[in-house]
């Protein structure tokens, strides 16, 4: 892919491209957000070096996307951004250092997600993307065969009897704000991309079990399909400098934030595009078990 707005850099063989040219905090045409949305869909994450841009600015670069989401269904935003999930690492026990793709256990998950770089470690602290089209596309024959016929249920709960394990106080305090609300939701193991036709496996780490299937089965399925996300091949390592952004296609990757970094300072701060309602190959969509996260995607509940 080209554009006659910015220079693209691919990084990896498989996942992400750096955008070259392009001042976030400016006015943006709608044609170069057009190839930029383009970029996106096909490199999957791609990534803005050293911006000078603000939360506001942030937010606002979002809204060319699409619908900007509160900042979290669950966990609290910032009083004065109610769209931007602060994650400052040096206040906060949370790390996001499991492969999930982002807040999943709703009915309507983030079309994508923009992160920006306020204060990053010397040492540590990068992030991987996986692609998940790239690792549908690795399965064997009649491993995919099984893989398009699967759903499975995301929630945010914990499963506690998994960690059998004294927690830190502030560990089960941050859990219970996360979990505060429950949400469950049924998505299929094998989502249609709405804008490139393409499949990819959409699990990740708020799956919880496949319905029809015992809760060991289950394991052992969805290890195995998430083996093919993680392989090295299908995967980009981000070291992040202050001021990067990061916009990934919540539909198509996974991430894994590497806490690596010990008690380094790490600060940088989300914000997310409202979503479609996930769509498997037969063409039913997901469908809410628990939980209305209407007030999350800022439409309005279903009467009831």
Not at 63 to 85: D, K, M
Request: proline share 6%; net charge neutral; no cysteine.
């Amino acid at each position: 892919m080209s554009s006659q707005y910015f220079d693209i850099k691919p990084i990896a063989g498989r996942i992400g491209a750096k955008i070259i040219g392009v001042d976030l905090s400016h006015n943006l045409s709608d044609e170069i957000i057009s190839d930029i949305r383009k970029a996106l869909v096909k490199y999957k994450v791609i990534f803005f070096r050293e911006q000078n841009l603000d939360a506001q600015g942030q937010v606002a670069f979002a809204r060319r996307f699409g619908e900007v989401t509160t900042a979290h269904p669950t966990v609290p935003s910032l009083p004065e951004n109610p769209e931007v999930l602060d994650l400052n690492y040096g206040r906060t026990v949370s790390r996001a250092n499991t492969w999930h793709t982002d807040v999943t256990f709703v009915d309507r998950p983030p079309l994508g997600s923009i992160l920006r770089a306020l204060v990053i470690p010397p040492s540590g602290g990068d992030t991987i993307w996986g692609n998940s089209v790239t690792a549908y596309e690795d399965l064997p024959i009649p491993l995919r065969n099984i893989a398009d016929q699967l759903w499975a249920v995301h929630s945010n709960a914990y499963d506690y009897a998994a960690a059998a394990i004294d927690l830190p106080e502030e560990v089960l305090a941050h859990r219970a704000v996360f979990t505060s609300t429950l949400y469950e939701t049924l998505h299929p193991v094998v989502r249609i991309h709405p804008e490139s036709g393409e499949r990819g496996l959409f699990i990740g780490g708020f799956v919880r079990r496949i319905r029809g299937l015992s809760q060991n089965e289950s394991d052992e399925i969805i290890k195995l399909l998430q083996a093919y996300v993680t392989r090295p091949e299908n995967t980009i390592r981000w070291r992040w400098k202050v001021g990067d952004v990061a916009f990934w296609d919540n539909r198509a990757t996974q991430h894994y934030a590497i806490a690596d970094y010990g008690n380094q300072p790490r600060h940088v701060q989300r914000v997310t595009i409202v979503g479609d309602i996930p769509v498997g190959i037969d063409g039913k969509q997901s469908e809410a078990i628990k939980g209305d996260s209407s007030a999350y995607n800022r439409r309005e509940p279903a009467l009831v």
